[in-house]
Nanobody
Framework: QVQLVESGGGLVQAGGSLRLSCAAS????????MGWFRQAPGKEREFVAA????????YYANSVKGRFTMSRDNAKNTAYLQMNSLKPEDTAVYYC???????????????WGQGTQVTVSS
């Protein structure tokens, strides 16, 4: 079992930055791939970024490539999402997830956090 808790969301102006954290409980965090997803009001949940268990490889949605960076610190049981050059269309609830494969598909992730709100004003 893995429990995930996101933090770091908030209100920021367009062009600003935020850093989201995802703290995991359990001794097996380092064996899981991690992902970030987001869901805006009235829209389906969409993939943002994923990282391998080792942290050696990352994968990004085209909409955030070059602006967002995902990383992890297995010693701290924490994954991060550094978000730069934020746009109003990045406004959403952001969720972290843990699973066996670092894929862009929500169905491949077994554990989910409760989400953290990110609001980008224009």
């Amino acid at each position: 079992q893995v429990q995930l808790v996101e933090s770091g969301g908030g209100l920021v102006q367009a062009g600003g930055s935020l850093r989201l954290s995802c703290a995991a409980s359990g001794r097996t965090f380092s064996s899981y791939a991690m992902g970030w997803f987001r869901q805006a009001p009235g829209k389906e949940r969409e993939f943002v970024a994923a990282i391998r268990w080792s942290g050696g490889s990352t994968y990004y949605a085209n909409s955030v490539k070059g602006r967002f960076t995902m990383s992890r610190d297995n010693a701290k049981n924490t994954a991060y999402l550094q978000m730069n050059s934020l746009k109003p269309e990045d406004t959403a609830v952001y969720y972290c997830a843990a699973g066996g494969s670092w894929t862009p598909f929500a169905k491949d992730y077994n554990y989910w956090g409760q989400g953290t709100q990110v609001t980008v004003s224009s």
